[in-house]
């Protein structure tokens, strides 16, 4: 995901191994993490009746406190955030309350868990022996006792009857308890009517009603270590409690249960659960409720509703020798999500790790050489055979990590692709045909199928292998689009089909694909996979658009049919340059959030000494200086979190957003000129595949040896420079330390000169910029960091401006200070004052995943408002349909980022003026301002420092007559790409102003056909001045239409740039 060429296992001699050798970690025994189970999902405690003055942004209450603003009061419940404001509408976080009054407590709203295991009660003893409590049997006092216990019997209708603690109820269901009438204020499950005080959710009416004869005695019930089930509550007979698997308030299903008929959500619940703008398939009664809470917020996990996600890397696995990062290495308690990173796509279009069959199918026998299903650690405590969990038909990594996730509520997601294996894969070459069939390009150096490689071996598979050892089977090039553009509809189907399995079969709670990347741009992806990319790059974000559509709705499926809400995620580049080639990434309506990849915005690729990850842009970036993009673009720089940040701020709410943090370094020697190394130059002649190409810049001169420690080798095994590190091992060197791991790390002080400790690395900051960074004067290298200064800053900014949370690559090069004793590092953690001193060691840990969690742990809830927070839209809203009609298919006209929307108007009214926003992450060139009258400009004098852009949005209006019935078409010239199109529509017409029906833009291929061409009028180019061709005449060149951008005929379309032929890209055929 993050490096030039990634890590990625190999198969070779039927062992598992890493494709570097120095790659990976010293054997470090940790001992398992402390295991703490969940409080119950809502707790009592008393409180002074006196009120506290509400100051937004700094007070922070607990669910029951009161509170005055403007002079009224108000009592806490669903632990409102610094910035939820009290007032009489915001009902979800506050009541109102009397001045005087001494209020009882608020329970927070419980998390809707509407799963195939159903809880028996929300506070879960951590013993063998489960006891009954009040919750397991719905009666108004249950004592596990000899005496026999009422059982009371569901009614069959939820909302109305006898109230259930198993069922849910909505806002205004009735339900009868004791005789009397309750109403539900709001969503609620399992609390009990009549306990709940005067401000909970519950409210007694006037009229007392009696009580049906439904309560029946059952026989003795006896607290057994299995809870017997009654008729109504029944656990599943798959989860057998032990004290190593303690479930928490969010329960995760595995595969093989079967839904339980019992509880059913009802369909308005979940949808008032479902995130603003996630698309929906129709038909489809999808259980958002277990993941999410009202309005689209994530359930709370280890105590926080914002995202802390890392990638759990499956190459660390010991097989080379070196350390491992294992299940037992992970802060459970410190993270929400897990990014199994990686999957691939083999050769039938199927995702695997290694596995031919999946262990629900027939056959199933995974290698114990696979370190995802079959490897144990003996030599690891908690990672041993006899700590595998045995109700599964596999071991490795994914045994422990799918025991220790439901120990403690913590998500997991299977991460297909990455850097290394987009467009092909390390692993068997098996299959009679291969899926693609494109020729290899100059620089490859591919094995046919019947040919034997450099060292004799045979490529007995259907597919070629490349200089790398990796399968060429086209990866999701190949799988999404066919070598003509147009979309592979079977390879999609099959990837589809087998992505639902998976999640299902290895207990995964979604799927997260790292495609790298479907751009339109030449050259957009790795340098070993152009002869699957550039072929089918015209054609590959419309094929992207069918894959996320397809495998959203296959999702939703699956998860109503397992009642539980599957995710479907995403990381994404975050480059202003990536990004004008993938359309205004449309897509975004199918994630349930989006991982940006805020990082690798610098790197040795390139020879100009920049930063990392930086939070914002600090005016002098080197990069944005040398391409002039300042003085281009208003003074706005898009490499930078915030810029990623406001672009996909345009594609979904700032809620569905993580923010990337590298834990890794990136780094340069030789570097001459800039301000500690900062704004340099590090130039080679010796240039890495793929770099070096540009006119504006050479390829850069990447650190080596002991600045290089997690460095990738080339096909030939020789080191690629790139200042790649885990942050503990550079906090070594800013300590003039060399690990006691250096050995294990391939590293030679005594005969390399490269892996000597030379010189003084010193640490120095960027405020504006939010980036530290470490310079060595003397071998004149700089290494761009991540540490607690830097993360603290991302972590408040995600915090403060709503955004989901926060994702980390990766969570083995996070650090701890360990002790030193007798030359030995121990496991003891210790201040970092200790290895400032020289008596302690950095090594892998999880300083800054804590950080990131407790800052979190107080931000309050995310903002999932999807339209321009500046724009009061009216209540009235009238139908008009807003398709995305035209976008890049070609880099020719990247620059603008053009896009085409087409309104239609479905109603009765003539529209005279449509008012829309556009994401600040491009300037306000005089191409943009062509759309309309300026009504906010949203970045004006740039972005640089805080607090980065001024506005999410620019804001703008045009005039039109729009008939009923008709369609008016506006294009978009976007200097700097914007994500989503325009939003935020308001209509105007002889009946006043009028709101969209929908947000939601139609996506179309961006063929012809959706543009209002018809191609049978269109003839194919002619050569020559003869044609005399006009400005505006159109036409067909390879596969696309062409229009003349000026009279006459310079040359045959897409021959080179358009300014040169002056032949522009319509659509393609």
């Known amino acids: 995901m993050n490096s030039y060429s990634d890590f990625a296992i190999l198969r070779k001699s039927d062992q598992w191994m890493v494709t570097d050798s120095k790659d990976g970690f010293m054997n470090k025994k940790m001992s398992v993490l402390a295991i703490a189970l969940s409080a119950a999902l809502g707790s009592t405690s008393a409180f002074a009746a006196t009120t506290t003055e509400f100051v937004p942004g700094k007070t922070k209450v607990s669910n029951g406190d009161v509170v005055m ?198 369909p308005s619940s979940h949808e008032e659960c479902r995130p603003e703008g996630l698309y929906k398939t129709e038909g489809i009664d999808v259980p958002y409720c277990t993941v999410y809470q009202k309005g689209g917020i994530e359930q709370e996990i280890n105590g926080t509703s914002r995202r802390i996600i890392g990638y759990f890397t499956n190459w660390r696995n010991g097989a080379n020798g070196q350390s491992t990062y294992l ?141 790398l050892g990796r399968v060429v089977n086209g990866g999701f090039y190949a799988m999404t689009t066919n070598s003509d553009g147009s979309v592979n509809k079977a390879g999609i189907a099959a990837f589809v089909k087998s992505s639902v399995d998976f999640v299902r079969a290895y207990g995964f709670d979604g799927i997260d694909l790292d495609y790298e990347y479907p751009t339109a741009l030449k050259d957009g992806g790795n340098p070993y996979d152009r002869a699957a990319q550039n072929p089918r790059r015209n054609g590959l974000m419309a094929s992207y658009n069918v894959l996320m559509k397809d495998l959203r709705e296959a999702i ?39 991982n940006m990849m805020t990082y690798d915005f610098s790197g040795s690729w390139g020879e100009v000494v920049g930063f990392n990850g930086p939070l914002y842009d600090n005016g002098k970036d080197p990069e944005m200086k040398l391409f002039d993009v300042y003085n281009a673009y208003g003074n706005v720089g898009y490499l930078n979190i915030d810029w990623a940040f406001h672009y996909f701020r345009g594609v979904v709410p700032a809620g569905r957003i993580n ?224 398709s995305l009609v035209g976008y890049v298919t070609d880099e020719s006209v990247a620059w603008p980022q053009t896009s085409e929307w087409l309104f239609t108007n479905n109603s009765t009214q003539t529209i005279s003026k449509i008012a829309f926003s556009i994401p600040s992450s491009t300037d306000l060139s005089k191409d943009l301002k062509k759309v309309g009258t300026l009504i906010n400009h949203a970045n004006n004098g740039g972005n640089k420092g805080a607090p980065g852009m001024q506005d999410d949005f620019h804001r703008f209006a045009t005039s039109v007559n729009l008939a009923p019935g008709a369609s008016h078409t506006i294009k978009i010239d976007a200097h700097l790409p914007i994500g989503g199109g325009p939003s935020s529509f308001v209509f105007t017409t002889g009946s006043g102003d009028f709101a969209a029906k929908t947000e939601v833009k139609m996506i179309t291929d961006g063929g012809c056909e959706a543009r209002g061409i018809d191609v049978s009028t269109v003839e194919p180019w002619k050569s020559g001045y003869s044609a005399n061709y006009s400005k505006g005449d159109m036409a067909i060149q390879d596969g696309q239409v062409w229009a003349r951008a000026w009279g006459g005929n310079d040359g045959k379309p897409g021959s080179a740039e358009n300014w040169v032929t002056g032949w522009n890209p319509v659509c393609p055929l």
């Open 69 to 266: 603003y403007q002079g009224e009061c108000y009592v806490a419940k669903n632990t409102p955030g610094t910035w939820e404001t009290p007032s009489s509408s915001a009902t979800w976080f506050w009541a109102s309350a009397t001045c005087d009054d001494t209020t009882p407590v608020v329970t927070p709203t419980p998390a809707v868990t509407p799963t195939p295991v159903i809880t028996p009660t929300p506070v879960i003893t951590p013993t063998p022996v489960i006891t009954p409590t009040p919750v397991v049997t719905p009666t108004p006092v249950i004592t596990p006792t000899s005496v026999p216990t009422p059982v009371v019997t569901p009614t069959p209708v939820v909302g109305s009857g006898m109230w259930d603690a198993s069922a849910v109820y909505n806002t205004g269901d009735e339900v009868t308890h004791n005789g009397i009438t309750y109403v539900a204020g709001w969503w609620t499950k399992g609390q009990e009517p009549g306990t709940t005080g005067k401000w909970g959710v519950w409210t007694a009416q006037t009229v007392v009603v009696t009580p049906t004869p439904v309560v029946t005695p059952t026989p003795v019930v006896t607290p057994t270590p299995v809870v017997t089930p009654t008729p109504v509550v029944t656990p599943t007979a798959v989860v057998t409690p032990t004290p190593v698997v303690t479930p928490t308030p969010v329960v995760t299903p595995t595969p093989v249960v079967t839904p339980t008929p019992v509880v059913t959500p009802v």
């Open 327 to 467: 299940a037992t290495d992970v802060p459970w308690d410190k993270v929400t999500h897990i990014n199994y990173a990686f999957a691939h796509i083999d050769n039938n279009y199927r995702v695997s790790i290694g596995d031919n069959v999946y262990p629900t199918e027939i056959g199933y026998n995974p290698d114990p050489t696979n370190p995802n299903t079959g490897m144990v650690w003996n030599d690891v405590p908690g990672a041993t055979d006899a700590d595998m969990d045995s109700s599964m038909k596999y071991k490795g990594h994914l045994n422990l990590i799918n025991k220790y996730k439901k120990a403690n509520g913590v998500k997991t997601l299977v991460s297909v692709g990455g850097w290394a294996e987009t467009g092909g894969f390390w692993g068997e070459n098996t299959g009679s045909t291969c899926a693609m069939t494109d020729a290899p390009v100059a620089e490859d150096n591919w094995t046919m199928p019947g040919q034997k490689d450099k060292d004799g071996v045979m490529n007995t598979g259907p597919c070629p292998i490349d200089d």
């Open 556 to 594: 939703d499926v699956a998860s109503a049919e397992d009642g539980v809400h599957y995710y479907l995620t995403v990381a994404v580049p975050s480059s202003g340059y990536l990004l004008r080639g993938m359309e205004v990434f449309s897509a975004g309506q199918y994630l349930d959030f989006i």
């Open 659 to 882: 923010v990337g943090l590298p834990f890794y370094t990136r780094g340069w020697k030789g570097v001459e000129g800039g301000v500690n190394g900062y704004g340099g130059k590090a130039k080679t002649a010796d240039c890495e595949r793929g770099t070096g190409t540009g006119t504006e810049q050479g390829c850069g001169n990447g650190a080596v040896g002991i600045d290089n420690m997690w460095h990738d080798s080339d096909p030939h095994g020789a080191e690629l420079g790139a200042g790649s590190n885990p942050i503990w091992h550079v906090k070594n060197l800013a300590n003039a330390h060399i690990g006691t791991y250096a050995e294990q790390y391939g590293l030679d002080p005594i005969n390399n000169e490269a892996d000597k400790l030379v010189g003084t690395y010193t640490r120095f900051y960027d405020k504006d910029a939010e980036a530290a960074w470490l310079w060595n004067p003397t071998k004149k290298v700089m290494l761009n960091i991540e540490d607690e200064q830097a993360v603290r800053a991302k972590t408040q900014y995600v915090a403060d401006k709503g955004l989901g949370g926060i994702m980390f690559w990766e969570m083995a090069g996070d650090y701890n200070c360990y002790a030193i004793v007798d030359g030995v590092r121990t496991e003891n953690v210790v201040p970092e004052s200790n290895c400032a001193a020289g008596n302690g060691e950095y090594f892998m840990g999880n300083t800054l995943t804590s950080l990131g969690h407790e800052i979190l742990l107080t931000a309050g809830a995310a903002d999932m408002n999807m339209t321009d927070s500046l724009v009061n839209l009216p209540a009235q809203k009238l139908d008009v349909t807003v």
